[in-house]
């Protein structure tokens, strides 16, 4: 009796294909190079790597981006399978390694003058904001489908993975057409680009991924 009824709750059950956390980060990552590449397609490359000879500040910037969207984005792929003792915490610090480049314009500005005017022209930043945001919605898209088929259980935090990360991957995309190299333009226009996504994050994605 109890064998049957046993055979009759799993006779419809189907094998479920475990998630493996390598796939939903080769899959954020494939995303970025696609949206990278549209945003030079669409609005130029920079002029210097262009002749080869990047500025110092493009890899600087764009390390410390793409460390804080890597890191976070492995603790987002990470949560869709939680366990006790497994919280990756990696992306606080490059989180904190980020927050340089905002504190060292914060301390330049109380001691100079900025060295590039463009980080009081609209136009300029609100094309990083834009731009940024928008790339950084597309990724989010597959971090978001990736949570909606595991378990988190941190749906807040997850919501602030997902936008730090799109974020900072959207800014490091966007970085392959922006001209600009000055600290005080980096630390306004490209902190106020994740953090919006931060903060959309938060407020978006929960309802996106609750059980």
């Known amino acids: 009796m109890m064998s049957n009824t046993i055979d009759r709750l799993v006779e419809d059950l189907t094998p479920i294909k475990p998630l493996k956390n390598r796939d939903g980060i080769v899959l954020t990552l494939g995303l970025t190079a696609v949206?990278?590449?549209?945003?030079?397609?669409?609005?130029?490359?920079?002029?210097?790597?262009?002749?080869?000879?990047?500025?110092?500040?493009f890899f600087l910037r764009?390390?410390?981006?793409?460390?804080?969207g890597v890191t976070s984005c492995y603790a987002v792929i990470a949560m869709g399978q939680p366990a006790v003792g497994n919280s990756f915490k990696g992306w606080i610090w490059a989180l904190c390694a980020a927050l340089l480049f905002p504190a060292t314009a914060i301390v330049m500005a109380l001691i100079a003058a900025p060295d590039n005017m463009a980080v009081?022209?609209?136009?300029?930043g609100l094309e990083c904001l834009s731009?940024?945001?928008?790339?950084?919605?597309?990724?989010?898209?597959?971090q978001i489908g990736w949570l909606r088929r595991s378990a988190?259980?941190?749906?807040n935090r997850a919501g602030w993975?997902?936008?730090?990360?799109?974020?900072?991957?959207?800014?490091?995309?966007?970085?392959?057409?922006?001209?600009f190299n000055g600290i005080f333009y980096i630390g306004l226009w490209y902190t106020l680009s994740?953090?919006?996504?931060?903060f959309l994050g938060r407020l978006i994605v929960p309802h996106l991924i609750r059980w």
Do not use: K, N, W
């Open 131 to 142: 731009v940024s945001a928008l790339v950084g919605c597309g990724i989010a898209t597959a």
């Open 161 to 179: 993975l997902v936008g730090i990360s799109s974020g900072a991957l959207g800014a490091a995309a966007y970085g392959l057409h922006c001209p």
């Open 194 to 198: 994740v953090m919006i996504c931060a």
């Open 62 to 68: 764009a390390g410390a981006l793409l460390l804080l």
């Open 120 to 124: 009081f022209v609209p136009r300029y």
């Open 35 to 57: 949206f990278a590449a549209i945003v030079v397609m669409t609005l130029g490359i920079r002029g210097d790597i262009m002749m080869g000879m990047p500025h110092p500040m």
């Open 152 to 155: 988190p259980v941190a749906l």
